[in-house]
């Protein structure tokens, strides 16, 4: 499996509570996206990033933000969590544009 | 930007059948055209990919076609076997010079002994 780390693997968190992902990778690859996977909706992407400090929009980047300080960690921010952001989030990495993307293993959140 | 439509969600076949899912887009501007399967509680791992200059590609059991003028693509599974269950997915590359990747909804695969 490609060097992708996704933590923390589940969590539970208040409405309104801020809540912080991260993904790191120790393949430095150039692409890494975030993704929820949601029943009946697929893997919608949020947001991804193309290089350090590069990032941008997805479909479904309504409040989420982003941050790229390193080429390893892509961290995805809920500024304030609602309950339509409980899903599973997944972390993907890819070396070039149009190759093989990598999938961590996923964070299961829930927002109570 | 890109959508992606992908039928049917469900598909039931027997074992030894055959399985096809097919998808459509929406930007002439893609180029990349993967296939991932996901088993239930695991990542989505890619079992395929195809780019705009090729028309078909097959590996063993799975092969995808590739009509860009229709803007459709297909993944086609023959004999199928128990362990082909999953969910599947289709993607597009956005077309854009960042390269995102867009995924179909899924076809959840069930193969029956």
């Known amino acids: 499996d490609a060097g992708i780390t996704q933590s923390p693997r589940h969590k539970v968190t208040e409405t309104g509570t801020p809540v912080t992902l991260r993904c790191h990778q120790t393949?430095?690859?150039?692409?890494m996206y975030w993704y929820r996977q949601d029943p009946g909706h697929g893997l919608r992407l949020i947001h991804y990033s193309y290089g350090v400090k590069d990032t941008d929009k997805g479909e479904v980047s309504d409040g989420y933000s982003v941050s790229r300080s390193k080429t390893e960690d892509f961290l995805l921010t809920l500024e304030s969590a609602t309950s339509s952001q409980t899903s599973v989030y997944f972390c993907a990495i890819s070396e070039r544009q149009n190759t093989e993307a990598f999938f961590g293993q996923g964070t299961r959140l829930t927002v109570v | 930007g890109e959508n992606v439509e992908q039928h049917p969600s469900t598909l039931s076949v027997q074992e030894g059948d055959s399985a096809v899912i097919k998808c459509t887009y929406s930007?002439?501007?893609?180029?990349?055209f993967p296939w991932y399967k996901q088993e239930l509680g695991k990542r989505p791992q890619l079992i395929i990919d195809?780019?705009?200059?090729?028309g078909e590609k097959k590996d063993q059991r799975i092969a995808v076609t590739l009509n860009k003028t229709a803007k459709h693509f297909s993944l086609h599974i023959t004999e199928t076997q128990p362990e082909d269950s999953a969910v599947y997915f289709c993607a597009a590359s956005s077309g854009g010079s960042q390269g995102n990747l867009i995924f179909g909804k899924g076809t959840k695969l069930s193969v029956k002994p």
């Open positions: 393949e430095n690859h150039r692409y």
């Open positions: 930007d002439s501007a893609s180029n990349y």
């Open positions: 195809i780019r705009s200059n090729v």
